[in-house]
């Protein structure tokens, strides 16, 4: 059974730093690319990062030089480390296979605030 369970967010300042972490069960880690996902109110899911199996990664835009994805293969586990936010950063964030499956999370909130 595939689970994904996202941790890391929170409350931070403009110019501040998260690291999100993400742990997935199942076959979808092994399998596929993994993605960070991003959802704002009132906006579409969007994707903001993925890593290949083999550690090719790629960022949408608004996030390029500010945000690294990485993946631990022997830990399922894949991360996102957020530098420089920005107000606009501020959403929930989820993991899931890229393209994306079923299986979603219950995300984590990230909120970027002075």
């Known amino acids: 059974q595939v689970q994904l369970v996202e941790s890391g967010g929170g409350l931070v300042h403009p110019g501040g730093s998260l690291r999100l972490s993400c742990t997935a069960s199942g076959s979808i880690f092994e399998l596929n690319a993994m993605g960070w996902y991003r959802q704002a109110p009132g906006s579409q899911r969007e994707l903001v990062a993925f890593i290949t199996k083999r550690g090719s990664t790629n960022y949408a835009d608004s996030v390029k030089g500010r945000f690294t994805i990485s993946r631990d293969n022997t830990k399922n586990t894949v991360y996102l480390q957020m530098n420089s936010l920005k107000p606009e950063d501020t959403a929930v964030y989820f993991c899931?296979?890229?393209?994306?499956?079923?299986?979603w999370g219950q995300g984590t909130q990230v909120t970027v605030s002075s």
């Open positions: 899931n296979a890229v393209p994306y499956s079923a299986h």
